[in-house]
């Protein structure tokens, strides 16, 4: 099995329709700082690159990273704790109270197979998710959004709007044909999918092929 860097997962999948944070690869703190100021602070900094698939217990991770001074001092940081890395991802820092998850992989018994769920803190606490043998029409992949225990989620909550359900749908649209479309793809873990506002972004993902 051979995992794509998070920065080729998400432009894999964008090319299926996903929506996903404004990212761009740096190999230098040159680039990093000038990709942050394409981006616009603040900004999330991520180490990148083969073996990175769990960069946050590699301490790969760095939020809020507000101007140029916290990005050096990240970027040494990171380069310290992870010497042999040599890649960075510059990604735009979204915000968001709700969070979910999608997935897509190969069942032994079923075959292709979609996942939604809630996401963050409570994931594995509650273990709410709904299921979809693929391939599926759109209407259903707007049903397993509903089947959710946490569904009340995706109405007006804590002064956020109700959720576009339209665009999350797009979401698992995007990842259910993009897992079919390449025989060769196993999984597909997009985690978190944050609310932003009533907008559904996919912050993080992960693609592993034969």
Do not use: W
């Not at 999330?44 to 083969?50: E, F, T, Y």
């Not at 569904?151 to 979401?171: C, G, K, T, W, Y």
């Amino acid at each position: 099995m051979k995992s794509l860097t998070e920065f080729e997962s998400k432009r894999l999948l964008n090319e299926f329709g996903l929506v996903s944070c404004k990212e761009s690869v740096a190999k230098s703190f040159e680039e990093a700082s000038s990709a942050a100021s394409e981006i616009g602070y603040p900004i999330v900094l991520k180490i990148s690159g083969d073996g990175t698939e769990h960069k946050s217990e590699l301490g790969g991770v760095k939020l809020g990273i507000n101007n140029e001074a916290d990005l050096s001092l990240a970027y040494n940081e990171m380069q310290i704790n992870n010497s042999e890395v040599n890649e960075f991802l510059i990604c735009e820092h979204i915000t968001g109270k709700r969070e979910f998850i999608a997935g897509y992989h190969i069942d032994k018994d079923f075959g292709p197979t979609l996942m939604f769920g809630l996401g963050g803190i409570f994931a594995e606490a509650f273990t709410d998710v709904s299921f979809r043998l693929l391939p599926c029409p759109r209407e259903e992949l707007l049903r397993m959004v509903h089947e959710l225990k946490s569904n009340a989620l995706l109405n007006q909550f804590r002064s956020e709007p109700d959720v576009d359900l339209e665009a999350l749908a797009d979401i698992l649209e995007a990842i259910a044909e993009c897992g079919l479309a390449d025989p060769s793809i196993q999984a597909i873990d997009v985690n978190p999918i944050l609310i932003n506002g009533n907008r559904p972004i996919a912050v993080d993902a992960l693609v592993i092929k034969l």
